[in-house]
């Protein structure tokens, strides 16, 4: 016995070198291995699964865009990432059980990697193969439901009949189910998924059960961790409420009323599991809160060509004077220090000499003091008012000086059930813009000397604006089903406080709408319009209709007629130096079109119509689609002598990529038209405009038929 027990001890230290070096070796061997940088990561072959997934489910990671590129790699900018010679071995594994799961079975991988002493460069080559279709696919347990559930619950789900039998977007269908229930009353909602597969025969049936469970309603609500706040304050902020119906989305909502009310650094609203029976026809709530500071100083300083030197300073008193849930919240900024009075240190002749060509903006400090104090739960969980003064003075560089005080007043309602946002907002200011009369053409869209000198004095505004949405899509990013609404009303009134030139009606309306022609067609279509109403008013020696430029409508660009560029669409107004004019009276010919600025000027009627279709491209659908749309609309003057409605029709194809922000598109667009008819105004070395003689209905063609716009997101 001793002398196997000698001999056990004996091989033990053998046992556990030979371990060790079987575990060492590899890692021994790669330490050998000089590291070396992935210059390249391409896929080739493959169309069922994009780029950007097959990259996320592998370990070997592409080096930065600047880390790849030759001419800067050599001084060392961008992240470099390794080449690992064991997980790029495992890469190919994950890819071909990615595949397998993705309905893939005969799929094929082969790689190319190419070693130099300091990078690599790797290229997977992908045979997909046939894929395993789905011949049926059954979703039993929701007759029980009400007729309009089973319908939502069937709805956008991602897999279908005749798809690739892809067993994550089973998993997903099931969770989309799940996830519907949960939202109207089912919280114990279940979906069990089964399937059936022939390899040979390339087919597959999926079937679904769902278990829907009792439908039920909001119980009791525990609140734990307030200290400073009330507990009937975060009841109050919470959307789900004793006797409501219970939705799991409503507990997301509640959860984000906590953290947007700024009172709170953790929150979270969840079924109290110690409490809950299932079965049972209410369901407990507990929610989990952990405070926010009673208040919080932020600042910062900083530079910049235009600014020279600026600051900021900030100070938030939350739970202010009490435990009802106010927030105050007080910020100052100031600019232009160093080189704008009372703070002129002399900088304009060094570090600050950008300023020096600024006789505008940079002639005094530019600053702004603001006070605001936000109650939410106002009266109603579902109101959040807030209150806010302020005074500024802001410029934009060699452009305009704007002084400005005022108030704003805002009360905003969101109510769970009918899901429309309602906000009403009062806003008083009192200021007066300082610009040349170029800026204010170029800038403000008035070009008229009656409009600058309006501009020019201090005037006060007073508006009292309304606005309501009826969001009713399935995803406000990229809808492709249903349909949003929204109607803005601004009244600004003698009334109200503003000054009497400046009383006007606004309306403004917009409705988009979206069907699916087939899974994966879109047909999209949107009316878009609006009046302005204002009374007769003397504006310096003539009498007529005055409205803000600010308030005006103005159409064209990404977002309604892409025939044009943006503001293009409507009436203008034509701007040309002086020098330009008299060299073309004195030549006698025509003014030179590169030389003319055009300025929109808005008007007091809006109409924008559109129509689009959106299909999936031939190559890469799953990330690529194509679009055909048709705008057509018009901006004009009511009331007006000699302005009439112009619509203007432009027809155009675009394209759309996938995106985390939403889709990024370019559309091209057709425009045959000319310009509007304009007045045409030069200008001298003071920048004073004055009208061209003879010139009063000044017309330019556009340098180019086709359009081009770049934007993220889908136009409406």
């Excluded at 080739?44 to 790849?68: H, K, M, P, Y």
């Excluded at 300082?434 to 309006?454: G, I, Q, R, Y």
């Excluded at 808005?602 to 109409?607: D, V």
Aim: aromatic content about 8%; glycine content about 8%.
């Amino acid at each position: 016995m001793r002398a196997a027990f000698a001999r056990g001890c004996g091989l033990l230290p053998s046992l556990v070198l030979g371990a060790w070096l079987a575990v060492a070796a590899p890692s021994g061997v790669a330490a050998q291995e000089p590291e070396r940088v992935v210059r390249q990561l391409d896929f080739e072959g493959n169309e069922a699964i994009g780029d950007q997934v097959l990259a996320s489910a592998i370990s070997t990671t592409n080096s930065s865009w600047f880390a790849r590129t030759f001419l800067l790699r050599s001084i060392g900018l961008g992240e470099k990432r390794y080449f690992d010679e064991q997980e790029f071995r495992r890469d190919v594994i994950r890819l071909n059980v990615l595949y397998r799961r993705s309905g893939y079975p005969g799929v094929e991988l082969d790689t190319i990697v190419r070693r130099t002493p300091t990078d690599v460069y790797v290229t997977f080559r992908i045979e997909e193969g046939e894929p395993i279709r789905v011949t049926s696919f059954d979703v039993t347990g929701l007759d029980s439901l009400p007729a309009w559930l089973q319908t939502r619950a069937l709805e956008d789900l991602p897999l279908q009949a005749d798809d690739p039998f892809n067993r994550f977007q089973m998993q997903a269908a099931a969770d989309s189910i799940t996830r519907t229930l949960k939202d109207r009353g089912y919280p114990n909602a279940r979906v069990f998924s089964s399937f059936e597969t022939n390899r040979d025969a390339r087919i597959a049936t999926v079937q679904l059960e769902v278990l829907p469970g009792s439908r039920t309603v909001i119980g009791n609500v525990e609140v734990v961790g307030t200290s400073r706040i009330e507990p009937s304050l975060v009841r109050d902020l919470l959307i789900s409420r004793p006797g409501r119906r219970y939705s799991q989305d409503e507990l997301f909502q509640s959860q984000r009323n906590l953290y947007s009310s700024d009172l709170f650094r953790y929150a979270t609203v969840n079924i109290d599991s110690a409490e809950y029976q299932p079965g049972a026809d209410s369901v407990p709530l507990i929610v989990l809160v952990n405070e926010s500071r009673p208040r919080r100083i932020r600042g910062g300083i900083g530079y910049g060509t235009d600014d020279c030197f600026r600051g900021s300073l900030g100070w938030t008193s939350r739970n202010f004077l009490g435990s009802e849930g106010r927030t105050l919240d007080l910020t100052g900024r100031l600019s232009k220090v160093g080189v704008g009075e009372p703070l002129d240190w002399g900088l304009a002749d060094d570090i600050c000499s950008a300023s020096r060509d600024d006789s505008v903006g940079s002639a005094k400090v530019n600053f702004s003091l603001g006070a605001a104090i936000r109650r939410p739960a106002f009266l109603s969980p579902y109101n959040t008012i807030s209150v806010s003064v302020f005074t500024e003075r802001r410029s934009e560089f060699k452009v305009y000086l704007r002084q400005e005080t005022g108030t704003t007043v805002t009360l905003r309602r969101e109510t769970p059930r009918r899901g429309i946002p309602l906000s009403l907002g009062y806003t008083l200011s009192y200021g007066r813009t300082e610009a040349t009369a170029v800026s204010f053409c170029a800038s403000f869209n008035a070009c008229t000397p009656d409009v600058v000198a309006l501009l020019r004095q201090n005037r006060v505004l007073a508006t009292l604006t309304g606005v309501a949405t009826r969001p009713r899509v399935n995803n406000p990013v990229d809808p492709s089903r249903g349909s949003v609404a929204s109607t803005e009303l601004t009244v600004s009134s003698r009334f109200l406080g503003s000054s009497p030139f400046q009383q006007f009606t606004r309306i403004a309306a917009d409705a988009a709408w979206y069907r699916q022609l087939s899974r994966d067609v879109v047909l999209s279509w949107r009316v878009r319009g609006g009046a302005i109403f204002s009374p007769r008013v003397d504006v310096a020696t003539t009498s007529g209709n005055f409205i803000p430029p600010e308030q005006r409508f103005y159409a064209g660009g990404p977002n309604d007629v892409r025939g044009f560029e943006r503001n293009e669409l409507g009436p203008v107004v034509y701007v040309v130096p002086k020098a330009e004019v008299d060299s073309a009276t004195a030549g006698s010919r025509l003014i030179d079109p590169d030389s003319v600025r055009v300025a929109a000027t808005g008007g007091n009627t809006l109409a924008i119509a559109n129509i689009e279709l959106r299909i999936p491209s031939p190559v890469l659908s799953s990330r690529l689609r194509l679009a055909a749309f048709v705008d057509a609309g018009g901006v004009w003057q009511r009331g007006v002598e000699n302005s009439s409605a112009v619509i203007r029709v432009t027809p155009g194809i675009g394209l759309r990529v996938s995106t985390p922000l939403g889709p990024a598109r370019l559309d091209v667009a057709y425009n045959p038209y000319r310009l509007q008819a304009g007045p045409l105004f030069q200008f001298d070395a003071q920048e004073t405009l004055t009208p061209v003689d003879g010139q009063g209905s000044y017309v330019q063609d556009r340098r180019h038929r086709f359009t081009y716009h770049f934007a993220v997101g889908q136009p409406f």
